[in-house]
């Protein structure tokens, strides 16, 4: 049974740090490209940044650009992304996406998202 579940999430304060995880299992996390998605309340699900199979190559969208870092452990079937220096408007709920490929660039498989609040 494939599942992914995210965790990590909470309340932080603008210019503080948490770190997501993405627990993978079922299936071969190795296998795959991992990337991770935002969305917040009434906008569309927003492509954040991505990570090679073996982790030795990422690419970020410019928004989270030097301030967000996505890592992957394969021994553990787990990802990551870091996230510093929060603003507000990085409020959305998060979730990991890995698996085969689909029409329309996204991934099979989905979490079920971890909620991220950025407020004083």
């Known amino acids: 049974q494939v599942q992914l579940v995210e965790s990590g999430g909470g309340l932080v304060q603008p210019g503080g740090s948490l770190r997501l995880s993405c627990a993978a299992s079922?299936?071969?996390?190795?296998?795959?490209?991992l990337a991770w998605y935002r969305q917040a309340p009434g906008k569309e699900r927003e492509l954040l940044a991505g990570?090679?199979?073996?982790?030795?190559?990422?690419n970020y969208t410019n928004s989270v650009k030097g301030r967000f870092t996505i890592s992957r452990d394969n021994a553990k079937n787990t990802g990551y992304l870091q996230m510093n220096n929060l603003r507000p408007e990085d409020t959305a709920v998060y979730y990991c996406?890995?698996?085969?490929?689909?029409?329309?660039?996204?991934?099979?498989?989905w979490g079920q998202g971890t909620q991220v609040t950025v407020s004083s």
């Open positions: 079922g299936f071969s996390f190795s296998d795959y490209t």
């Open positions: 996406n890995t698996g085969p490929l689909l029409a329309g660039g996204r991934r099979a498989y």
């Open positions: 990570i090679t199979r073996t982790g030795g190559k990422s």
